[in-house]
């Protein structure tokens, strides 16, 4: 079991930046690949980034390419998400999400663990 805890969610004015981190704790060497999810009001949990534990490998969703960066630090255990040139539709609960699978990196349904969220509001 991996145990995911998120953190660093705000309220921020667009064009500014917030990082979100996620730590893992238990039997984090089960864990391939940490994503970052997000949920807006009315809306579908969509995929936004991940990055595999070992060797790094990071993939985007195109909605957030260039502007967020994924990262990890082994060491801590921790997943990071950093997001720039924030817009009011990245407004959404920010999920990180735990997988064993190399399989496809952005399906809900790979990930066997989740965090409970954090809540990043972006005002126009």
């Known amino acids: 079991q991996v145990h995911l805890v998120e953190s660093g969610g705000g309220l921020v004015q667009a064009g500014g930046s917030l990082r979100l981190s996620c730590v893992a704790s238990?039997?984090?060497?089960?864990?391939?690949?940490l994503a970052w999810f997000r949920q807006a009001p009315g809306k579908d949990r969509e995929f936004v980034a991940s990055?595999?534990?070992?060797?790094?490998?990071?993939f985007y969703d195109d909605s957030v390419k260039g502007r967020f960066t994924i990262s990890r630090d082994n060491a801590k255990n921790t997943v990071y998400l950093q997001m720039n040139s924030l817009k009011p539709e990245d407004t959404a609960v920010y999920y990180c999400?735990?997988?064993?699978?190399?399989?496809?990196?952005?399906?809900?349904?790979?990930?066997?663990?989740w965090g409970q969220g954090t809540q990043v509001t972006v005002s126009s």
């Open positions: 990055i595999t534990w070992s060797a790094g490998i990071t």
């Open positions: 999400a735990g997988s064993q699978y190399s399989g496809r990196f952005n399906t809900q349904t790979e990930y066997s663990y």
């Open positions: 238990g039997r984090t060497s089960s864990a391939y690949r």
